[in-house]
């Protein structure tokens, strides 16, 4: 490889590791922002699940107990519970009620009927209570991808910065390897300017 084209890799490579480093840090950031923002949200709700084997978890049917137990006591913090408490808590007690379409319906063509009246903000708060936590459980899931994502990047920054050690490790051993090799200099004698060899053959002649 010519040294031109070598220095257009190393380039190349310093910059994919700075670019990779930069979106990775960002990533995992927004991955920390979103789950916190979430868990600011709903930590100001004060939704706290029931006790284990509480009423209000054994009327629920059997696989909706089991969700619900396993988050028993503590408070609605992250985006899986959300999920729970949409799906396997207010959406069972919502089944039993009609559609806040059908609600409404009602409601309107009997505006004196209390139980009417009831029934449709019942149905409406509830929906409107569900889809927020679905839409809790959907942004916390979003942060989860975008922290795996960080995290991919992160390794793709570190083989990328392997291999421009590499190459610099590579470049160092064949400039070592094609360097030119210097000639040994001439042993002197003891004067210091005459060579220790002509000093043997002149000794040799005078003898």
Known sequence: MTTALRWRVLVLQAGLIVILGAVAGFTLWASNYVQSSVTTQLTAQQITFPAAGS????????????????????????????EVWANNFMA?????????????????????????????????????????LLNAYGWWTFGTYVGVAGIGLVIAAFAVLCTFVFELVLWRREATATSPAHAPAPALGSAGSVPAVGIAQMTRHDS
Do not use: C
């Open 92 to 132: 069972v007690h919502l089944s039993a009620m009609p559609t806040y379409d059908a609600a409404a319906t009602i409601a309107r063509a009997n505006p004196t009927n209390a139980a009417d009246q009831a029934t449709w903000q019942t149905v409406f708060m509830g929906t409107t209570d569900r889809s927020m």
């Open 55 to 82: 009423a209000e978890l054994t009327a629920l049917p059997k696989a909706d107990d089991v969700a619900m137990t396993q988050y028993a006591g503590q408070l609605l913090t992250t985006g899986p519970q959300a």
